[in-house]
């Protein structure tokens, strides 16, 4: 394709393809079920499955759930739905690290077997003092020399279970003078007496992330294991293990910058904890940064494929600008979702002119450019709702709405001219009364009196109420998670609005959950997936009108 190159990765894996260093590109999404996934998940997940895509290889889903007390079921679901909403396939079926977890112990018998791992004694903290300081060395456990059959006999009776939580470790046996704290004779196992969601109470011994990963990437044939930055000082680790163990391939690991949005937090850790503490309404509620809380919200899969091929894919990290995950939701939803009304604010008006009972059934295009999305109807009767922030008894030549005495169109429909208010007895105005300029749909009034501006209406006979959530930021600082700040004094304590009583054209009752429009003159609102329905409608904002991002 002709797009700027924005992903060096693709320039790697074209080379390792054209030099025959690898015949068929394999790479994963290697999530870790302990959570649901966020909005940086799906730049890793359009980077590996895309990859595979673009050089017609193949991706898997692997789960790393070496963590049995952190992970569940639930998480292992929400985490394949997201990844086949968002448009991918895993290659075959998916994949558990924990799969592994018998050819991991036999890895590490053999480790012992090469005197390249040991079990060691050392408790946390004192294992903390040995392992010294970026700038000291750290100094060798004592119990680093002991023999190979003392080692296996302590492995083994370490995956019997006859030891606690915590008294024995197996380290590989490294270097504990490297500058590389990595290679300080990093824990390979260690004992969890958990049982855990895939293999019950099977094992009460679990590899750590090091030693787990380049043995499934092994496993698997994946040639590119791509992860964030952050596993650059790992490598050398990974390296090590791959060139001490039998594995059946070579992979090879490079990192990439991690995706920071700024507004948001990208922990799944943090998410974690506004939806134990109630702070959201679970991890798909609209306002959060998940993959599921983005599809409530109406983000499309599309809108979120095309920001991650937008923030490119380098070697540093960086923050984006949320607006821009905005605007790229905003165009899609401009180019594909049909137009309906909605009055937020419902103030009624009656056209004292036009007869009783009487329904005039117009129609409007779904869409101003997309003549294939059909057209919709729209009843137009005596008494309608407009918004109450479009009328004003006197007003300036600014306000291009409704006022006394002055015109303004109902969208697709009639020029209206506003006669007088009516008032409750404090004075507030609650019912408009106005009648229609005949013969303007779709034309000017013939005496030349153009209206000054156009809004938007609902029939008050044939119209349907609905309630419309709408959404501010779920953090009022730009960056919430950065420094000594706590995130979770920084959540937006206005970032839901529910509007109950909104008036919606008739049609839109019928909207099939997550179907996305444009509200005219509000903005893009979805169908909400689960508790929308024809005879009680509920909306969600997805995205304003305005565009805020500067490119
Ligand atoms: P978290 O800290 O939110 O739990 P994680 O990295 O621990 O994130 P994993 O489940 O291990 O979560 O992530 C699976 C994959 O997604 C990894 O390869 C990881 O590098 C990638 N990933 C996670 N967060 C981001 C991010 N913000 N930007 C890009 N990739 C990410
Ligand atoms: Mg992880
Ligand atoms: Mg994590």
Excluded at 159 to 185: T, Y
Aim: aromatic fraction near 10%; glycine fraction near 6%.
């Amino acid at each position: 394709d002709n797009k700027p190159a924005n992903n060096f990765l693709h320039q790697i894996v074209a080379e390792d393809l054209e030099a025959g260093r690898v015949s068929e590109v394999i790479t994963r999404f290697p999530p870790e079920p302990n959570g649901y996934l966020h909005v940086g998940h799906a730049k890793s997940i359009c980077l590996n499955f895309g990859m595979a895509e673009r050089f017609g290889g193949q991706c898997n889903l692997r789960f790393d759930d070496t963590n049995p007390e952190k992970e569940s079921p639930e998480y292992v679901a929400s985490i394949q739905e997201d990844v086949r909403w968002l448009g991918y396939q895993w290659a075959g079926e998916v994949r558990y690290a924990s799969s592994y977890f018998q050819q991991f112990y036999d890895w590490a018998v053999h480790l012992v077997e090469q005197g390249d791992a040991y079990v060691c004694d050392l408790n946390a903290e004192q294992a903390r003092e040995y392992r010294g300081t970026l700038t000291e060395p750290g100094r060798n456990s004592p119990f680093r020399e002991r023999s190979i059959e003392d080692n296996l006999d302590l492995l083994a009776r370490m995956k019997a279970g006859e030891f606690d939580e915590g008294s024995k470790v197996l380290r590989a046996k490294i270097d504990m003078a490297s500058p590389n704290m990595n290679l300080r004779d990093p824990i390979l196992y260690r004992i969890r007496k958990a049982v855990h969601h895939q293999t019950g109470s099977e094992w009460c011994i679990y590899p750590t992330y090091d030693f787990a990963h380049g043995q499934e990437d092994a496993i698997e044939g994946v040639t590119h294991s791509i992860c964030t930055l952050e596993f650059e000082d790992h490598r050398p680790l990974y390296d090590w293990l791959l060139d001490h163990l039998p594995v059946p391939s070579r992979p090879r690991q490079y990192e990439f910058g991690r995706l920071n949005l700024n507004y948001t937090v990208t922990s799944k850790r943090k998410l974690k904890q506004l939806v134990d503490e109630g702070v959201v309404d679970g991890w798909d509620d609209p306002r959060m940064p998940t993959i599921s809380g983005m599809r409530r919200r109406g983000f499309t899969p599309a809108a979120i494929r095309k920001f991650c091929e937008m923030i490119g894919v380098t070697r540093s990290d960086g923050v984006v600008d949320v607006a821009m995950l905005e605007h790229a939701i905003r165009d899609d939803l401009n180019d594909n979702a049909p137009r309906a009304m909605c009055v937020l604010r419902p103030l009624k008006v009656v056209l004292t002119d036009y007869p009783e009972g009487q329904v005039e059934q117009l129609s409007a295009p779904a869409h101003p450019s997309r003549e294939d999305l059909g057209s919709r109807e729209l009843p137009f009767t005596r008494e309608l709702y407009i918004d109450a922030g479009d009328f004003l008894e006197e007003a300036n030549k600014k306000f291009k709405r409704l006022v006394l005495g002055k015109r303004v169109r109902l969208r697709n429909a009639y020029v209206i001219e506003a006669d007088s208010a009516v008032k409750d007895d404090a004075g507030n105005v609650i019912e408009v009364h106005a009648h229609t300029v005949p013969n303007t749909i779709g034309l000017d009034p013939e005496d030349g009196i153009k209206p000054k501006g156009v809004i938007q209406w609902v029939s008050a006979s044939a119209g349907r109420q609905a309630t419309v959530r709408l959404y501010d930021r779920l953090f009022t600082d730009a960056a919430p998670d950065k420094g000594d700040k706590d995130f979770m004094t920084l959540v937006n304590p206005a970032s839901l609005d529910v509007v109950e009583g909104a008036w919606i054209e008739p049609g839109l009752a019928a909207a099939a959950p997550e179907q996305n429009f444009q509200f005219e003159r509000e903005g893009y609102f979805v169908a909400d997936r689960f508790e929308h329905s024809e005879s009680a409608p509920v909306f969600n904002m997805t995205i304003g009108l305005r565009d805020t991002w500067n490119n």
